[in-house]
């Protein structure tokens, strides 16, 4: 299983942190992991969500990793395609592919929140017919390396890499694991959907992939909230008031989907009836039980992850903290992820897989 970070650029308003700051200690952080052997980092994209993400521009800050990195991955997590031409996300991808060496991942979806489809004139009701008539332009973009217009054709320059071969879908309902298998695409989960949920699509998933005629895919990724510390107790008591913070601001941008009765999104509404009860109680131990978050010493941490790594998963993606840390707590964080947890998972230590209650 390999071990990847997942970043949104939040600003807590308690964390004192300009936005200059937060985009220098995401870069910081990024110089870190390179350093000591994570296999990529995944830059989230949202628009018009306050201090909950800064990355509206994820192709620009990975740009600006792959001039400071050497060997990690660089990877879109995710491109929402309803609001994107696709013919702009294939001359990015080509252009950061080009600048880091080959480094790139990309992921696709049609966006979570009525804000952002909205704000770019989409209806949500539409997202999920936009988002097939989009990829589907993409991938012959990112396969031919042309489109046709008006009957006009038209080149790429740079033109696509066969590298940058096949993508992920960001997956939430049943439906989307279906889409994924059938288009050929990776599945992409979490942080939004408890763990033994996703367990169980990620199982039917990989049954579909493997049936599926799409010549790709089935690599399966989960993403969760992670701190390490040497001190168990220590390491809770400085992570939870931010993670709580976090977890709060998904649930406040994702609500409205959460609650109406929108066309494509029914799913949406039964996880709402989750989420209410959820953030009554929200809580570290909470998240940990719903398999969200691994917040203690190394031994901890590299339980839940080794339990992660038995079910099969190809990859996890460690969102560090939920913004309020510094960033020499996070880069600590990392060095002790990388000396200690890394190899017990390498190492094939015992990891009998467990659900949470």
Not at 4 to 16: C, K, N, T
Not at 77 to 88: A, K, N, Q, T, Y
Not at 139 to 164: A, K, V
Not at 318 to 329: F, H, R, T, V, Y
Request: proline letters at 6%; charged letters at 25%.
């Amino acid at each position: 299983m390999k071990i990847d970070l997942f970043m949104e650029f939040p600003s807590p308003p308690d964390a004192e942190l300009t936005l200059s700051g937060v985009i220098e200690d995401g870069l910081g952080l990024v110089r870190a992991a390179d350093a000591l052997g994570f296999d990529a980092v995944w830059l989230a994209e949202h628009h018009f969500l306050g201090d909950y993400c800064n990355a509206a521009a994820p192709d620009m800050l990975l740009a600006a990793m792959a001039r400071e990195t050497k060997r990690i991955g660089l990877g879109f997590g995710i491109v929402p395609l309803p609001i994107h031409d696709p013919v702009r996300v294939a001359e990015r991808l080509a252009t950061l592919d080009i600048l880091s060496d080959g480094r790139v991942h990309w992921g696709v979806g049609r966006g979570v929140t009525v804000t952002e489809l909205e704000g770019f004139g989409v209806d949500p009701a539409d997202s999920r017919d936009v988002f097939r008539r989009r990829f589907s332009e993409l991938g012959d973009i990112l396969r031919t390396g042309e489109f046709t217009r008006d009957g006009e054709r038209y080149e790429l320059r740079p033109p696509p890499s066969p590298r940058l071969g096949t993508g992920w879908l960001a997956a939430v309902s049943p439906e989307s694991f279906e889409l994924a298998a059938e288009l050929g695409l990776n599945a992409m989960t979490g942080p939004f959907k408890p763990w033994p949920f996703v367990k169980e699509d990620l199982k039917r998933y990989r049954r579909l992939a493997a049936r599926s005629p799409a010549p790709s895919g089935g690599a399966t990724s989960f993403t969760l909230a992670v701190y390490c510390a040497e001190d168990h107790e220590a390491a809770r008591a400085r992570a939870e008031p931010g993670l709580l913070w976090i977890y709060r601001k998904i649930l406040e941008v994702s609500r409205p989907l959460l609650a109406a009765r929108t066309a494509g999104y029914e799913h949406y509404r039964k996880l709402g009836r989750l989420a209410s009860l959820f953030d009554d109680v929200l809580t570290l131990r909470v998240l940990e039980a719903m398999g969200l978050a691994a917040v203690g010493n190394p031994e901890h941490v590299a339980k839940r992850l080794a339990s992660l790594q038995a079910s099969g998963l190809d990859r996890v993606n460690l969102m560090i903290g939920g913004g309020d840390l510094s960033a020499g707590e996070a880069v600590e964080c990392l060095h002790l992820l990388a000396d200690r947890v890394l190899p017990a998972l390498e190492s094939g230590a015992d990891a009998a897989e467990t659900t949470p209650a």
